[in-house]
T-cell receptor
Framework: AQTVTQSQPEMSVQEAETVTLSCTYD???????LFWYKQPPSRQMILVIR??????QNATENRFSVNFQKAAKSFSLKISDSQLGDAAMYFC?????????FGKGTRLHILP | GAGVSQSPRYKVAKRGQDVALRCDPI?????LFWYQQALGQGPEFLTY????????KSGLPSDRFFAERPEGSVSTLKIQRTQQEDSAVYLC?????????????FGQGTRLTVV
């Protein structure tokens, strides 16, 4: 069975600084997707970034980028130039076929 | 619609009461998922539909939980004889494709409190 581990329950970062959220996962599959989703206090889950396992190039979306290490089964999220609106729970998500498996999340605080 | 809509947003049920939670997915979305999210935790998978077919219900915690999507659009999650451990936020998500690799769009959830 696939598992997703986020070892940092909470993190804080100064506004405008850079922060990296860690994620590791376990699977025997070679073809899958990985996502980072953001859940602000409003509870609306929002897609931040997506990575296909077959693509070696790390995905980027504006201030958000990932470091995907397939052999190490690691998928970290880097947020550059942190903004107050980035404060939220961040979930690392594994997707294979119809399975979408969430990690337990990292709560990110942005310090003004 | 513009997004995934869930109703009600909040539900308080007395222990033993039956509840029904509704999810209106984005029009045309094939896949629909239900998740249970306890306070401060990540969402836990409950069940998955592809159109009207319930292809995976392995996450339903007991036979008190039942989900349906009879016409391949609106879905209802029913919980019979609610218990306090059922208190959680229930999230619905839909995606355009089969669920593999497609972005899942989430509703704002229904917060169920069983007293």
């Amino acid at each position: 069975a696939q598992t997703v581990t986020q070892s940092q329950p909470e993190m804080s970062v100064q506004e405008a600084e850079t922060v990296t959220l860690s994620c590791t996962y376990d699977t025997s599959e070679s073809d899958y997707y990985l996502f980072w989703y953001k859940q602000p206090p409003s509870r609306q889950m929002i897609l931040v970034i997506r990575q296909e396992a077959y693509k070696q190039q790390n995905a980027t979306e504006n201030r958000f980028s990932v470091n995907f290490q397939k052999a190490a089964k690691s998928f970290s999220l880097k947020i550059s130039d942190s903004q107050l609106g980035d404060a939220a729970m961040y979930f690392c998500v594994f997707n294979r076929d119809d399975k979408i498996i969430f990690g337990k999340g990292t709560r990110l605080h942005i310090l003004p | 619609g513009a997004g995934v809509s869930q109703s009600p947003r909040y539900k308080v049920a007395k222990r033993g009461q039956d509840v029904a939670l509704r999810c209106d997915p984005i029009s045309g979305h094939v896949s629909l998922f239900w998740y249970q999210q306890a306070l401060g935790q990540g969402p836990e998978f409950l069940t998955y539909f592809q159109n009207e077919a319930q292809l995976d219900k392995s996450g339903l915690p007991s036979d008190r939980f039942f989900a349906e999507r009879p016409e391949g659009s609106v879905s209802t999650l029913k919980i019979q004889r609610t218990q306090q451990e059922d208190s959680a936020v229930y999230l619905c998500a839909s995606s355009l494709g089969s669920g593999f690799g497609a972005e899942a769009f989430f509703g704002q959830g229904t917060r169920l409190t069983v007293v």
